[in-house]
């Protein structure tokens, strides 16, 4: 609690906490970034590839549905974790957020939205009249206000609708502390009662009008989710407390966990022998099921503090989860374009289902992390990861170029030798690359520095 939280709540000052200090790096949501977000690419494999019927596939995915959750719970701990110690200046803050995830959001919301009409065969049609225009500028609208373009970027409309709110969630949170168990509790009775009035039949109050709108769309809004959001702002508040707890009951965590997971499965199978239909048993809004996805997301916590407390700095798993954790967002955005590119052929291979799941998956995260690295080198870095392009002077054009020429020619390969339509994602992607490069190359030649890193032994300092 910071000296300006103690003043505001009343609390006794300590003097210490007048003194700033500043926040080391969380190495263990590092771990659980690259552990979610590998479970939403799982979780979108299995729904493509395997039978709907198929138990042990559902199984899995009910268990990976926790991503959505854990995504959201980690916005929250984030954000609380990065302002616990000082004051959120609120435009600041949305025009800091709203940059970084507002603009990668319009830019795959119209890229999806192009890419799924150019599929299905209909882009002639978009320009074909003035009034197709009209048609279709009213559906980008829709699908930007909704993020409905593509499956996955709901994700995005709701982190921008926490933005929107998080700046008076934490003036509450501050002005509420010594309350928060009674806040918290009240916060996920409020998301049980949500829950289960999603899956039972409409409130009539619902039935008609705008309250009908609001309840066809209330899973790509922040009320389904919010206690997961309070959960993790209340975590990253109570930091010191709550990693004490995680480290020191870590084991007994872990196992409980697990019983819980495996009692979730067991009735899971049970449903399904009463005649639940697949998607309803493992729909992610089942109350019964919310307590297997807390548990996991805890289990996963405990996982990410194990590391924190065991790697070694700078060693190859040090770094190999850092740049993970860089490109997760990213990975995230460009993930389900892997996989449209890659179904035509993986949903019809005629192989057993454990290879199909594993190959795909492993296809589709190659792909991905090849078309982020290509984004992360490129002008258009910041419109569709959300981070700055990796500094030019530190690039190898050179390399670059002959990684894209690479992969044109394997795209061509896939696209003309195999007729795989994941071929012109490769295509495209190398020609980006190479692009990318070029300018690099140009900057590199002519932005030579002209002041030394050292003059008379003295080092150099920008700006100063």
Request: some cysteine.
């Amino acid at each position: 609690m910071t000296a300006t939280e103690q003043q505001l709540t009343g609390a006794p000052v300590d003097d210490r906490s007048r003194v700033a200090k500043r926040d080391k790096h969380l190495h263990q949501i590092d771990l659980f970034r690259l552990i979610t977000f590998g479970g939403v690419i799982l979780d979108h494999v299995l729904l493509n590839v395997v039978a709907l019927a198929n138990v042990a596939a559902g199984g899995m995915g009910l268990l990976l549905r926790y991503t959505r959750y854990g995504f959201f719970g980690l916005t929250g701990f984030v954000l609380a974790y990065q302002y616990r110690s000082r004051e959120l200046h609120a435009p600041t803050f949305w025009r800091r957020r709203f940059k970084l995830v507002g603009l990668p959001f319009v830019t795959w919301s119209l890229f999806y939205w192009l890419y799924g009409r150019f599929r299905r065969g209909e882009l002639d049609d978009v320009f074909a009249s003035a009034g197709s225009l009209a048609g279709s500028a009213k559906s980008v609208t829709y699908d930007l206000v909704t993020g409905n373009a593509w499956g996955h970027l709901y994700f995005l409309s709701v982190s921008m609708q926490i933005y929107a709110v998080f700046p008076l969630l934490l003036w509450v949170l501050r002005r509420t502390w010594g309350f928060h168990r009674y806040l918290l509790a009240a916060s996920f009775a409020f998301q049980a009662t949500v829950m289960l009035a999603m899956v039972r039949p409409v409130p009539a109050f619902f039935a008609d009008g705008l309250p009908s709108a609001l309840w066809r769309n209330l899973d790509i809004t922040l009320i389904p989710y919010q206690f997961f959001v309070v959960a993790g702002a209340m975590a990253a508040l109570h930091f010191d407390a709550f990693t004490r707890l995680m480290v020191r009951w870590r084991a007994l965590l872990i196992v409980a966990g697990a019983a819980v997971i495996a009692v979730t499965l067991m009735y899971y199978v049970q449903v399904l022998g009463r005649g639940e239909p697949m998607d309803r048993a493992t729909n992610v809004f089942m109350l019964h099921n919310v307590f297997a996805f807390i548990s996991i997301i805890v289990i996963v916590y405990c996982l990410g503090t194990v590391w924190q407390e065991r790697r070694t700095p700078g060693s190859g798993a040090d770094r190999f989860l850092k740049t993970a954790s860089d490109r997760s967002f990213g990975i995230y955005l460009a993930h389900a374009l892997a996989l449209d590119a890659l179904l035509p052929q993986a949903a019809t291979w005629n192989i057993p289902t454990v290879p199909r799941v594993l190959i795909t998956y492993a296809a589709t995260v190659a792909l991905t992390v090849f078309i982020v690295e290509v984004l992360r080198r490129s002008p258009i870095s910041l419109i569709t990861t959300g981070r700055e392009r990796i500094d030019w002077r530190s690039q190898n054009s050179g390399r670059s170029m002959l990684v894209g020429a690479a992969g044109i020619a394997l795209g061509f390969v896939l696209k003309y030798g195999f007729d795989l339509w994941v071929g012109g994602v490769v295509v495209w992607t190398g020609v980006l690359l190479i692009g990318s490069a070029a300018v690099v190359a140009r900057r590199q030649r002519r932005d030579v520095p002209s002041v030394p890193d050292e003059v008379n032994g003295e080092l150099v300092r920008s700006g100063s």
